[in-house]
């Protein structure tokens, strides 16, 4: 079955420079969630995306930004990066009539050099 | 401080053993979610309780939802090492839009 593609897989930044993540949802699903994960911590939620509407917002920065186009798929602008933006960043997709069970991606690890 | 308590944080045993991971909250859920996770992938969903007092099997492992629908456990009986991993609950809570994450369970089973 056809999963949650996120690309790239890998990504090394300069400070200050800027990133674009990209995920394609299952095919179907209506929502897209980004997360961002540390260094042995816990996904941090940080915004969703219902049919292409902006549904709910985390801790997600104001350097960051993101948006669901009209195939669904999603992207995730990263600005001014800093060190600390290094992370894996996650999108999971659900789709909103069935449930609210979220289906992760494999993540793009960002590193911030 | 986190909104879902998961204990333990680190559990090593060794394979044929027993375990259990509790996920806990003062607030309700209104459904509550368990994730594994490997090093440097996504985190794969194992299975979602709704209804208070809800137990679901996946194999060796048992799902349980309380009857308040603030706490959950994770059963796995006879631990194979294929199990090693970090186990994660995630749960939405009412009027609440967005999942929240326990800090995980990692666990290590030794041959």
């Known amino acids: 079955a056809a999963g949650v593609i996120q690309s790239p897989r890998h990504l090394i930044k300069e400070k200050r420079e800027t990133a674009t993540l990209k995920c394609y949802p299952i095919?179907?699903?209506?929502?897209v969630y980004w997360y961002q994960q540390g260094p042995g911590q816990d996904p941090q939620f940080l915004i969703s995306?219902?049919?292409?509407?902006?549904?709910d917002k985390g801790s997600i920065p104001d350097r960051f930004s993101a948006q669901q186009f009209s195939d669904y798929h999603s992207e995730l602008n990263m600005s001014s990066l800093e060190l600390g933006d290094s992370a894996l960043y996650f999108c999971?997709?659900?789709?909103?009539?069935?449930?609210?069970?979220?289906?992760f991606g494999p993540g793009t690890r960002l590193t911030v050099l | 401080t986190q909104l879902l308590e998961q204990s333990p944080q680190f559990l090593s045993i060794q394979e044929g053993e027993n375990l259990t991971v509790y996920c806990n909250s003062s607030s309700v859920f209104s459904s509550l979610q368990w994730y594994r996770q490997e090093p440097g992938e996504g985190p794969v969903l194992l299975v979602t309780v709704v209804t208070g007092g809800e137990v679901k099997k996946l194999k060796r492992l048992t799902f349980q939802f309380g009857d308040a629908r603030k706490d959950s456990s994770l059963h796995i009986t006879a631990a194979q090492t294929g199990d090693t991993g970090l186990y994660l609950c995630a749960g939405f809570f009412y009027n609440n839009n967005d999942m929240r994450f326990g800090a995980g369970t990692r666990l290590t089973v030794k041959p």
């Open positions: 999971a997709s659900s789709l909103a009539a069935e449930s609210n069970e979220q289906f």
């Open positions: 095919p179907r699903h209506d929502t």
């Open positions: 995306f219902y049919e292409k509407m902006q549904s």
